[in-house]
């Protein structure tokens, strides 16, 4: 079993930065990759950015530029820097650890980007 638990959401303005984190918990040693995905209202979950174990990462190409994700394997914590937020990144962003026994998913935590 992993554990968890994403901060960081909140409202912003247009253009300005939020970071969001995540910190995992439990069975962290099986976890081969973090990654953050979104939902926004009456659209599917989307990946946003992902994280392998070795550092590799992946973006969805409406946050490249803009995004960056990247985790300290110390403190088993992937990071979401969000730079230049636009109203279009409203969304529940979650945190997703991709194990050898399967996913698991956080809470979420609320991103508002108010124009």
């Known amino acids: 079993q992993v554990q968890l638990v994403e901060s960081g959401g909140g409202l912003v303005q247009a253009g300005e930065s939020l970071r969001l984190s ?3 918990s439990g069975s962290i040693f099986s976890i081969s990759a973090l990654g953050w995905y ?9 990946l ?9 990462t992946n973006y969805a190409d409406s ?3 803009r995004f960056t994700i990247s985790r300290d394997n110390a403190k088993n914590t992937v990071y979401l820097q969000m730079n ?13 650890a991709n194990t ?4 698991y998913w956080g809470h979420g935590t609320q991103v508002t980007v108010s124009s």
Not at 48 to 56: H, L, M, N, P, T
Not at 86 to 92: Q, S
Not at 100 to 103: F, H, I, N, Q, T
């Open 22 to 24: 995540c910190t995992a």
């Open 38 to 46: 979104r939902q926004a209202p009456g659209k599917q979950r989307e």
């Open 48 to 56: 946003v950015a992902s994280i392998s174990r070795g550092g590799s």
């Open 63 to 65: 946050v490249k530029g």
């Open 84 to 96: 230049s937020l636009k109203p279009e990144d409203t969304a529940v962003y979650y945190c997703n």
């Open 100 to 103: 050898s026994r399967g996913g």
